[in-house]
Structures are given as C-alpha cells and as structure tokens.
C-alpha cells in the first residue's frame, strides 16, 4: 500500500439500525477498494468485519471493527460498528476517531429507533454525518417513507444528492443531482454506465439540483455571493458548499445504494473521496484543555478508542 497525504485519507464509521446492512455495505466499499477479490455474505458468516464466532452465530456486529479500502487516489478508513443498542459503546468510540458517520437506513422500515440514538451522539460529538438509503432493490421498500421519516427526525437539513429510477427487485439505476447525470449499474461488479437524465425525470432532477445549489450556497459568503450574481453554481463550488456543509451539519446528504447488489456504492466512494472532510479539515480534538490538530509536522499524538 502506497504511502497518503492527509488530504487523501478518509475516515468513516458505519452507523444505523440493526439489520440496516452496515456490514454488507462495508463488505462491497471493500471489494470495490480491491481489498478482497470476493465479497461475504452475513448469511454465509464469512464477512471479513464480522470475524468473531460471536458475531457470526448472531449474525450482527458486536464489536466495532477496522478495514479499509484504496480508491481513487484515496485510502478510506471504515469502522463499522454495531447496529444493537446493547453494543452502543462501540459506536460511540468510533464516532472519536472516525471523521463522518455513514447512516444507514434500511428503506423497508424508514428511521427506526436506532438511527435516532446514534444520530443523537453524532450531533453531541458535531460529526458530519451522510445518509445512505440501502435495501431500495427489496420488494418492500418504500422510498417516500424514508425520506419523509429522515426529514421528520434528522431536520430540514436532510438534502438529496440522489434518488432511484425505480426501487424493488428491478432497481439498478439513480439520478445524481449533483452532476445532472443518471447512473446505471450492471450485475454486481462495481461498474456503471452514466447518461442523460430521462426526460420524465428531469422536471424532478432539477428542483433537487437547485436545492442542492442553494444548500451549498447557504455555508460560505463567497459561494453565496457568486449564486446571487450567477445563479448558479458550479460542480466544483457545489463539492466546496457541501463540504463546509457537512463539517456544520449544515448539509445531510442522502445517497441510494443496495449494499447487497453493490449497486450505488461505488458512486457513494466517489463523493467521499471527493467531498467528505480529511482529518485535516477537521476541527482541532480536544484533549483536557489542550486543542490538538491533525498536521503531520506537529508533534506526535495518539488517541486510543479501543
């Protein structure tokens, strides 16, 4: 493994509900980062996250665990911890040393109690936090649900990067709002092919574009003066708002994936790679009444979570 720049490295935890497919997506991000050649199954007991014997005969994390991927020129650091809230220590540790919290919603059941706990701890700790909308190829989801519930119990600052073409056992394709363009996925390997949004659902997509645009506009004066002259903003500005969004929690981004399928998660990588903060724009940890920043030519600290 090549040696990163701290602009390059990304730390995530995975967070959410028992049964959300935390582990499952942590399986495909690491089979899409090339870590393994093929990937587990939680049924099959032979995901590299859940390796304890424990973890397998109850078929949920009980331990926060560590792997990573290399993607894009970028290394990402995944904690995927335990959805059960018997096990919420390891959540909580994770949220000290990881950067953004991947919540992940199972789109059967919409927010359950759960995601509203760890949500609670991620905003006492000021963590940015992503929304991943999984199981969208199963027959029972309900997309509209689980948007309404996430608005309902997240806040307004729940904004859609993405939305499926269609959700149930057909489900293959989104529309990303982000760069206007519609993604197609084929099998279970981490490729797609990336097109022009249909015309029945450009009408949508642009709404959600512009909300988006002002969202990212909304967390620096600079964007804010360039929309009002504009317009409008650019890729490139919108990557920079959403960012300063997130670090705020001024922006809850929703992306749709099915960890099973591997659909959606490769795009889900990509805007961590190219959006999420690195540890280095990150605010400064504290340790008693010291503020201890991430800078490689400081002196060094360790912090242990486990």
């Not at 393994?36 to 939680?42: L, M």
């Not at 363009?181 to 099998?187: D, I, N, P, R, W």
Request: hydrophobic share 40%.
């Amino acid at each position: 493994m090549k040696t990163y720049s701290t602009e390059h490295i990304k730390n995530v935890f995975l967070i959410g509900n028992s049964g959300s497919g935390k582990t499952t997506l942590a399986e495909s991000m690491a089979f899409n980062g090339g870590l393994i050649e093929r990937r587990g199954d939680v049924n099959h007991k032979n995901t590299i996250s859940d390796f304890k014997e424990i973890e397998q005969t109850n078929e949920n994390s009980i331990f926060s665990s560590l792997l990573y991927c290399e993607y894009k020129n970028n290394k990402i650091n995944i904690l995927d911890s335990p959805g059960l809230d018997d096990f919420v220590g390891g959540v909580v540790s994770s949220m000290h040393v990881a950067d953004t919290g991947l919540m992940v919603l199972n789109a059967q059941n919409g927010v359950e109690v759960g995601a509203e706990i760890h949500n609670r701890y991620l905003a006492r700790v000021n963590k940015p936090m992503i929304i991943v909308v999984n199981h969208l190829d199963h027959e029972k989801t309900n997309w509209e649900k689980t948007i309404e519930t996430a608005k309902e119990r997240f806040g307004n600052n729940v904004t859609l990067i993405q939305f499926p073409v269609d959700t149930g056992s057909g489900f293959s394709a989104l529309v990303d709002v982000l760069t206007m363009k519609m993604y197609k996925f084929s099998g279970e390997s981490s490729k797609y092919e990336i097109s022009d949004i249909p015309a029945d659902l450009m009408d949508q997509a642009t709404d959600l574009h512009n909300e988006l645009i002002e969202k990212a506009a909304e967390n620096d004066e600079a964007l804010m003066e360039l929309f009002f002259a504009n317009d409008t903003l650019t890729e490139e500005e919108m990557r920079k708002g959403i960012t300063l969004g997130l670090m705020n929690r001024g922006i809850l981004p929703v992306f749709c994936v099915s960890a099973k399928k591997n659909i959606g998660v490769t795009r889900l990588m990509e805007f961590i790679c190219n959006v999420a903060p690195s540890p280095a724009d990150m605010p400064p940890a504290k340790a008693g009444s010291k503020e201890i920043k991430c800078d490689k030519s400081g002196q060094l600290s360790m912090f242990v979570f486990k």
